[in-house]
Nanobody, 125 residues
């Protein structure tokens, strides 16, 4: 198993940036594909970004492509989401997720096994 804890959320004006972190417990972090998802009230959980076990492959939702960057540091057991050029519609609770049975996690939240508690990011206009 792996335990995940997100941090780095907060309040920022439109056009600003936030850097989210997800700290993982355990000694097998590199065996998990990782992803970021977000959710707002009344909406389904939305894929944001994913990264493979080694970090060699990444993927992004069209809505964030070019603005967000996912990365990981396996030596630090941490995955990051750098969010630039933020828009009010980016306001959400952001969740870190881990998938253990594949090299790359993909866009479907149902394929991920472990989840953090979430961190709130609010973008004001």
């Amino acid at each position: 198993q792996v335990q995940l804890v997100e941090s780095g959320g907060g309040l920022v004006q439109a056009g600003g940036s936030l850097r989210l972190s997800c700290a993982a417990s355990g000694r097998t972090f590199s065996s998990y594909a990782m992803g970021w998802f977000r959710q707002t009230p009344g909406k389904e959980r939305e894929f944001v970004a994913a990264i493979s076990r080694s970090g060699s492959s990444t993927g992004y939702a069209d809505s964030v492509k070019g603005r967000f960057t996912i990365s990981r540091d396996n030596a630090k057991n941490t995955v990051y989401l750098q969010m630039n050029s933020l828009k009010p519609e980016d306001t959400a609770v952001y969740y870190c997720a881990a998938r253990g049975d594949a090299y790359y996690g993909g866009v479907d939240f149902k394929n991920y096994d472990y989840w953090g508690q979430g961190t709130q990011a609010t973008v004001s206009s």
